[in-house]
């Protein structure tokens, strides 16, 4: 699968496409039924399929200081909307120039001039053009006009609320780490690159890998039971604290994976971080005697937790 720069016309080859057009951030279960659909379409008609994502994401570009909300990088996108089988990832960098868009010029210089929609597939409450003026009934009457094929597709439901980013950022942040794989359809997973750290879990006898949480949006803070998935396919089981470590000065923020009997170190290796049930939160122990004692039975429980995987 090949990742497109919006800025400039795609190849030939892939004009004419099916494109499922939001800010996918997440790719969950609602996101998903967009793609499929528009996956479905292509297939039928026997065109390219096509997932049109923002980055940054809009709310980065108005509210520059606001606080990391991401729920997946580029990279795990793509990966992501290959599985789902689209053919191309066309990334719609959201600078000044996109915000300043109008909404009827979103349509007819980008998606039909400069990408060759034959189709667009969204979600119901997908808004875009300068002043979010565009929306799915924009859409429609501009494809009425111009010759291509647009499809609402409805919100999803979980149980008896729709499926949305924020549900999902709300679940992570009380550690609710079972509602948020439910509505990803798999668990939230940090992507990141092993840096070298202060070394404080290998003087206490529980090494870790040591991960910037970057853009992502912050789970609650505390202990995980976590799975991690190395770019050689290895599954590794193991526990994670994620904060501000108040047993150790000064505070730094880090996500510090711990994985059970790995005898290797993985610095500068890329892993993911998969999420799987909160344990306890954060605390400040009175001695490092205590602060093992706790991390050996955090340990203890996760790896009865994930037994089962």
Known sequence: MIRLDGHLPIPDDLRGAVIALGNFDGVHGGHQAVIGRAVRHARDEG???????FDPHPVRHFKPDAEPFRLTSLDQRQDYLAALGADAMLVLPFDA???ATSAEDFITQLLLARYGAA??????DFVFGRGRSGDVVTLADHARRHGFFTEMVAPVDDSDEVISS????DALRAGDCATAARLLTRPFTVRGTVQHGDKNGRKLGFPTANVDMGNYVRPLYGIYAITGRLADGRVLKGAANIGIRPSFDPPKELLEPHFFDLAEDLYGQSVDVEFRHFL??????DSMDALIDQIAADCDQARSLLASL
């Open 47 to 53: 065109r390219p399929a096509i997932v049109a994502t």
């Open 97 to 99: 120039q996109l915000a």
């Open 119 to 124: 189709g667009v597939v969204t979600g119901a």
């Open 166 to 169: 924020s549900r999902i950022r």
């Open 280 to 285: 306890r939160g954060e605390a400040k122990f």
